[in-house]
């Protein structure tokens, strides 16, 4: 840019750097092998994914196509066979140690022992953080997933929807860039899920963080992605990746338009065509 | 209206008020536990009754006064309950506690060798269970020998233990609660082992995306978990104890306590002090059991598991 750049070029310049910002998780050529009695089992094979910064990125695919474990292998539970990934730049095991990510469960895995508010502060006891930080970051984000009150109740007082919320806050209080969900909302019904869908969406419009997003269920994924992965089984591979260009700003109404049906055909041309490989 | 009518109005049986709780059907088993032992003292008593009345040379006895004999013999094979009773409220009540006919002297005794032996076995069996938990190498070479500890007959391994610390000058109270420990180690390794390892896979998960450490997965996750697990084989622990306990004054020939009482019964044939110490070491095991019940309870409720 030269010094005789208008405003509306340094706007410009200011959009392209947002269009193409710091890169979260860089996946090359990654593959993951069970050994098992049964001989092996590739759960990946040859993953290539890019994640950017303020990415919201769905995994969608059938059982067995490996979506959970590559969630688990950005988060360090699982260590690939072959290939390269990293975190932030760094490894995922270092990513972990350095408590870059908040993982979310397919349970709310919630403590029964512990109150909804002490369940928020077990990562932030772990971390070592002193009292009053603990406290303002459990207000904080109990408030942010709208669980306000609850602080002294014990996780069976909760409905299911409402414990998971709290496990959600209770990733969130760890103030982590990137949230990792391995199907959060599969263990509820569809209008609890559609709620925490849109509570969900909004969370990450206030707060940005780079969300990765594990589902089986298109409507889902499509609502809530900016970039929607199509994983197909046997091996695990990545069929499709998809960038959608619905807007950020939406809420559950966008369902009913032809963008959201265009990408979310396209979607289920992939499942379909990935699934029809073994028949 | 009072309940008596409420209930009748509900049911045909005039009886089911009665039953639906829990003091009815209490009253019920504890009578059928009288009557069969009163029956079984009639029974067994009788030949040596005959006995009697023919070294007395007593005929033509009717069988009311049989049977109000049977049950006031001096060495019954089987005293009658009230027999029983009346003994242990002489030896409890009517005398000192100090006094060495008391069987609150000898059940004090006996306790306090229990309670030893129970804290020491239990906090071994903690200290085992840790260890065996966190290291393969624990689980696979201890494991086997704690198992084949409790395949020796305490009968056989009470005197060893007792002969073996008279010899290096430890004797009283301590050998005794030795053979407790010996007892009551056992299921609190066993139970712990399993309530340690008990957290799901997810908590555990959960420990590793917190990047916790071995030591903060102990106290946050695992020992929690394993508090309800605690408490089942501390139930069994405390019981254990108190049969070492007793086993242990056996063999040494003991002066005090409910297993010296037993012996002392056996070799004078005082049927009805064996059977007081039985029901004192019985009643000794219920409360025992029933207060690690209490507190079970309550810490339950602290942490928020009971529902």
Not at chain 1, 209 to 215: P, S
Request: net charge neutral; aromatic share 6%; hydrophobic share 45%.
């Amino acid at each position: 840019m030269t010094a005789l750049a208008s405003a509306k070029d340094t706007e410009m310049v200011v959009n392209k750097n947002s269009a193409s910002p710091n890169r979260v998780i860089d996946i090359d050529n990654l593959s993951l092998t069970f050994e098992t009695n049964d001989g092996p089992v590739h759960a990946l094979s040859d993953i290539d994914l890019k994640i950017d910064e303020g990415d919201f990125v769905s995994f969608i695919g059938p059982s067995g196509c490996g979506k959970t474990t590559l969630l688990r292998v950005i988060a360090d539970l699982e260590r690939p066979t072959a290939g390269s990934i990293t975190v932030n730049g760094v490894s995922p095991e270092e990513a972990r140690l350095n408590r870059a990510y908040g993982y979310v469960f397919q349970a709310a895995a919630l403590y029964p022992w512990r109150t909804i508010a002490r369940n928020i502060a077990l990562p932030l006891e772990i971390m070592g953080l002193g009292k009053d930080v603990q406290q303002h970051r459990i207000k904080k984000n109990m408030e942010l997933v709208n669980l306000s009150g609850f602080e002294k109740k014990y996780p069976w007082q909760l409905s299911g929807g409402m414990q998971q919320r709290a496990s959600i806050a209770r990733a969130l209080a760890v103030e982590p860039d990137l949230l990792l969900m391995d199907e959060p909302f599969g263990a509820l019904d569809e209008i609890v899920r559609d709620h925490l869908n849109e509570q969900l969406l909004q969370l990450w419009a206030k707060t940005n963080k780079t969300v990765v997003f594990v589902t089986h269920s298109i409507p889902e994924a499509v609502f809530l992605s900016t970039k929607i992965v199509v994983l197909c089984p046997r091996p695990g591979r990545i069929y499709d990746i998809i960038d959608s260009d619905l807007p950020r700003d939406r809420n559950l109404d966008i369902r009913e338009t032809p963008e959201f049906l265009k990408i979310a055909h396209r979607v289920r041309d992939g499942l379909r065509a990935g699934h029809s490989y073994e028949d | 209206m009072t309940d008596a009518t409420l209930t009748q109005g509900r049911s045909t049986s005039p009886f089911a008020g009665l039953m639906s709780g829990t003091v009815g059907p209490v009253i019920v088993v504890v009578s059928a536990i009288m009557a069969i032992w009163y029956i079984a003292a009639v029974a067994l008593n009788t030949p040596f009754q005959y006995d009697l009345y023919e070294r007395a040379g007593q005929t033509d006895v009717s069988t009311s006064q049989l049977i109000t004999d049977t049950l006031a013999q001096k060495k019954p094979v089987l005293p009658a309950p009230h027999q029983v009773v009346i003994e242990i409220y002489k030896t409890t009540v009517e005398k000192k506690i100090t006094s060495k006919r008391s069987l609150i002297y000898h059940s004090g005794i006996t306790l306090s060798s229990t309670l030893l032996g129970f804290l020491i076995g239990t906090s071994l069996g903690i200290l085992l269970a840790i260890g065996i938990v966190h290291s393969r190498v624990l689980d696979k070479s201890l494991m086997p020998w704690v198992i084949s500890s409790q395949t020796i007959p305490i009968l056989a391994i009470a005197p060893m233990i007792i002969v073996v610390l008279n010899a290096v000058g430890i004797s009283g109270l301590l050998p005794k609660a030795m053979i407790s420990t010996y007892l009551s180690f056992f299921p609190v390794t066993v139970g712990m082992v399993k309530g340690l390892r008990s957290p799901e896979v997810i908590h555990m998960d959960l420990m590793h995306t917190y990047s916790a450490t071995r030591l903060q997965a102990f106290w946050k996750l695992r020992l929690p978990y394993a508090v309800p697990y605690l408490f089942t084989s501390m139930k069994i622990g405390m019981a254990a104890s108190l049969v070492g306990a007793i086993v242990g004054e056996l063999p040494t020939g003991a002066v005090a306590g409910l297993g010296a009482r037993l012996l002392a019964g056996s070799y004078y044939g005082q049927t009805i002090q064996i059977w007081s110490a039985l029901l004192m070491a019985a009643f000794l095991a219920g409360s025992l059991v029933a207060l690690i019940g209490v507190i079970e309870k309550l810490t339950l409720k602290r942490m928020g598991m009971n529902r």
